[in-house]
């Protein structure tokens, strides 16, 4: 493979993740980010699959496109709804608004999704069988590994880990934390219902369904694997969506008690840190 290509490609491909980074800053979810981009990474990011020359020419054409279609669709909507965030924190926010937040940025995940996943399926097409079975393989291997990273974690270590993440989010949007805005943390977090085992499963009967669809070669293909790989969420039950959703309630309530906690100077910490993001946009889109 072309050095100057791969390095190329891959410095582009970084502009969608540090998107991606600014859609999870919006979303006030300090789990969103590992969450959600199961659908980027298996292609590129960890070397699940390892592309020939030609393939790798077809992948930059299919960013170049995306990137262009990103800064001139999406960057603006990201700054425009950052200005919206900028202006609400003159106020208290209310659950409303970090629900809303969590809205925006669920469908502008989606929106990237529905974008990349029908132009990278004609280059999958391509792969041959030593690369299909090192994509498999390696998916497979990155779902055990997050098995054992989840089962092996006791309530306690998945408490303390959480609270960890909850500080250092929080202290992103506001700087220094108060003692109070501490005691918040460590009073609720437990109480944020735990969900591994809903996240592990529904990812395993999402991956069958792909490597399912993937296997039969009809003429819908195409259609038949990205209907699979971007409905994954047909595969949480009623039960699991009302504790998801108990889950993402106990979590807004908290970053909520702990945001609406804050002082002036984070108050004007959070909009400086929204306007470094907004500037970042802004020199993206040149």
């Given amino acids: 493979m072309n050095r100057s290509l791969f390095t190329l490609t891959f410095a582009k491909l970084k502009l969608f993740f540090i998107a991606c980074v600014c859609l999870s ?15 980027m990474i298996p292609w590129y990011a ?17 960013i170049d496109e995306a990137l262009a279609w990103h800064k001139e669709q ?16 003159d106020r208290p926010l209310n659950e409303d608004d970090i629900s809303g937040i969590q809205t925006f940025t669920s469908s502008s995940f989606q929106t990237l ?7 990278l399926l004609p280059l999958f097409k391509t792969l041959d069988a030593d690369q299909q079975q090192a994509f498999w393989a390696k998916l497979n291997k990155k ?11 006791s309530n306690e270590d998945h408490i303390n880990d959480m609270n960890e993440k909850y500080t250092e989010f929080a202290e992103k949007l506001l700087g220094f934390l108060t003692e109070e805005q501490k005691l918040i943390i ?41 209907a699979a790989w971007l409905n994954r969420g047909q ?8 504790k998801i959703d108990e ?35 802004t020199r993206w889109q040149e």
């Fill in 235 to 242: 595969h949480y039950s009623t039960v699991d969506k009302l």
């Fill in 247 to 281: 889950r993402d309630q106990q979590a807004r309530q908290l970053l909520l008690a702990v945001i609406n906690s804050r002082t002036d100077k984070q108050t004007e910490h959070f909009k400086k840190f929204i306007q470094s993001w907004q500037g970042k946009l």
């Fill in 25 to 39: 800053v919006m979303a006030c979810s300090p789990s969103f980010i590992y969450k959600n981009l199961d659908w």
């Fill in 186 to 226: 460590d009073n609720r977090v437990g109480n944020v219902m735990r969900t591994d085992d809903i996240w592990l499963n529904t990812r395993r009967a999402w991956l069958n369904d792909v490597k399912v669809q993937y296997e039969k070669k009809t003429n819908d293909w195409q259609t038949r694997v990205q």
């Fill in 143 to 153: 779902h055990a590994e997050y098995e054992k990273e989840f089962i092996s974690t």
């Fill in 74 to 89: 999406e960057l603006p909507r990201y700054q425009q709804y950052l200005q919206d965030i900028h202006v609400k924190l």
């Fill in 113 to 119: 999704q529905q974008r990349i996943i029908p132009a």
């Fill in 46 to 62: 960890e070397g699940y699959v390892v592309l020939n020359e030609e393939q790798q020419e077809h992948f930059t054409l299919i």
